[in-house]
């Protein structure tokens, strides 16, 4: 904290504040004075120097959204804050103020540098957003527990780290700690590494031992388990991210959870009557197949839709290379055409120079202005040939790509309606079950004991198909919901995407088209 600052009055960071510290700061020859009388734009600033400015809170800086180095030490800033739009931010020094806790520096994704030093900071923590991070300092905060040192390991560039000053830095397994467990730091403490050499003798060891390697052996059981506590939580990440990844994928194909049970237990999540009937004798055998019938529908459906979407994929890149490849070819010729032109235009030129008479000097630039002419009509020739060439393109692109989704959304809804028959059989066999058990328990018949439960199902027949009825009811919604869902969504991906070229097509007409009557005007 800069005691000087505190006699003064807090400061706001206003655009006066901001304005006067950029003229002052900006390029001092003649093209820098020019500058400071238009105006210099905020947002093309790279540094900024805000130190000793009594600056309480940090505000208005987000017009500086090309910013590389920002200094605020010695200020009485209280908390980090208002930096969201400083993306470029590789400098940042906040040094000698009154900052209690690291905060506010998740969009800061390309900071390499960071100062902190000397404030009332206790924890080291809300970095992770900082994965270019090479230089930390810290010092003279109060920070204590040892373990702030560990959570320092995801930062594979750090290189520089300052801890001097804070109570931490008084254990005396400090440096043998932070040697241990932070392997990549090059200096510590503005000290080199390196230049601590021998640290003595070891047992059962001839050659000297350097500290760094004692460090290691010190703690190596306590690293083995961290290692190994790391490598777990990164294959947990690597596996999740390739799970979304791959859902990501599956959605793009409008079949995400059709690769599974999913469907069919979703059925049943929320089929109340469905899971007491299945206490019934052969029912569950019965459940079992129909389960086990059901998921391969699904599964059919799902490698069905991977295989529709790459053949969607492979339609869209043929359109979009063949749209490349013409417009390429039509450019190549008008460069073509115009390097010729260009060639007979400088003899022109020179054979107008030379000439001495002046009906001859006429006759030439009457032929010269024939030649332009000709260059202008063969040009807006090709560009129209080429607005119809993409045109039949986008028609028929758009015509195949509509009877893929067509045939897609055709044979999906024939394997839902075999959902559905399996479906209306398993109810039929389920109901049929449900009917005899309500007879043997009439006539006292029943061998199983049933759950009170299931058996207040089977009071009366009209109870019992109610049960079963609603069951088939629910279950049958679930299934034509996720029909409807894939329908409408796919038809919404393929109104969008031939709205969108369609809108392409038009504006590129246009911009092609007028060129002939803006040239005759």
């Not at 940090?58 to 605020?72: A, P, V, Y």
């Not at 080291?124 to 090479?134: E, N, R």
Request: negative net charge; glycine residues 4%.
């Amino acid at each position: 904290m800069n005691l000087l600052c505190n006699s003064l009055e807090p400061r706001v960071m206003d655009d006066d504040m901001l304005k006067l510290v950029v003229r002052e700061q900006g390029p001092q020859e003649e093209a820098g004075q020019l500058a400071k009388q238009e105006g210099i734009l905020f947002k093309d600033v790279l540094s900024l120097k805000l130190d000793f400015q009594n600056i309480l809170r940090i505000d208005n800086l987000w017009q500086f959204e090309s910013l590389r180095k920002l200094q605020l030490d010695n200020n009485i800033i209280e908390r980090i804050e208002g930096l969201e739009n400083l993306t470029h931010l590789v400098w940042l020094d906040l040094s000698f103020n009154n900052i209690e806790a690291i905060e506010g520096l998740d969009a800061l994704v390309n900071l390499e540098d960071l100062s902190l030093f000397n404030n009332r900071i206790s924890k080291i923590d809300s970095l992770d957003a900082l994965v270019k991070l090479q230089v930390l300092s810290l010092g003279n905060n109060q920070i204590g527990n040892m373990m702030n040192i560990i959570y320092l390991r995801r930062f594979k560039d750090l290189r520089a780290l300052s801890l001097s000053g804070n109570p931490v830095a008084k254990a005396e397994d400090y440096r043998m700690f932070i040697w241990a467990y932070l392997p990549g730091l090059v200096y510590l403490d503005s000290r080199r590494i390196d230049d601590h050499m021998e640290a003595g003798a070891f047992p059962g060891r001839k050659q000297p031992v350097f500290e760094k390697e004692l460090a290691e052996i010190k703690h190596q059981y306590s690293l083995d388990e961290l290692k190994h506590r790391e490598n777990q939580i990164q294959a947990q990440l690597e596996e999740e991210q390739a799970q979304r990844k791959e859902l990501e994928e599956y959605k793009a194909a409008f079949v995400e959870h059709l690769n599974g049970s999913f469907l069919f237990d979703s059925m049943y999540a929320e089929d109340v009557e469905g899971k007491k009937l299945a206490y019934l004798p052969s029912v569950g055998e019965l459940l079992e197949s129909y389960k086990d019938k059901f998921v391969i529908i699904c599964l059919h459906i799902f490698e069905y839709g991977l295989k529709q979407q790459k053949k969607r994929k492979v339609e869209l890149d043929t359109f979009s290379e063949c749209v490349h490849e013409a417009i390429q070819e039509n450019q190549e010729q008008g460069k073509h055409r115009i390097a010729k032109f260009e060639e007979k235009h400088l003899l022109s030129l020179s054979a107008i120079r030379d000439e001495s008479d002046m009906t001859n000097i006429e006759m030439k630039i009457v032929e010269h202005g024939k030649d332009i002419t000709e260059l202008y009509n063969v040009l807006m020739t090709q560009e129209m040939q080429l607005v119809e060439q993409l045109e039949e393109m986008i028609n028929m692109f758009e015509r195949n790509i509509v009877d893929l989704v067509g045939l897609f959304i055709e044979n999906v809804q024939s394997l839902m309606a075999q959902c559905r028959d399996l479906e209306t059989h398993h109810h039929e066999k389920l109901l049929e079950i449900c009917i005899n058990t309500l007879e043997k328990i009439v006539k006292g018949e029943l061998d199983e004991d049933l759950p009170d439960d299931v058996r207040a199902l089977f009071v009366d027949k009209d109870t019992i198909v109610n049960a079963v009825g609603t069951s088939h009811d629910i279950h049958l919604l679930k299934i034509d919901n996720r029909e409807d869902e894939l329908v409408t969504r796919i038809n919404s991906w393929c109104t969008q995407l031939v709205n969108k070229i369609s809108r392409t097509q038009e504006a590129w007409k246009f911009t092609r088209t007028r060129s002939p009557g803006t040239a005759n005007e």
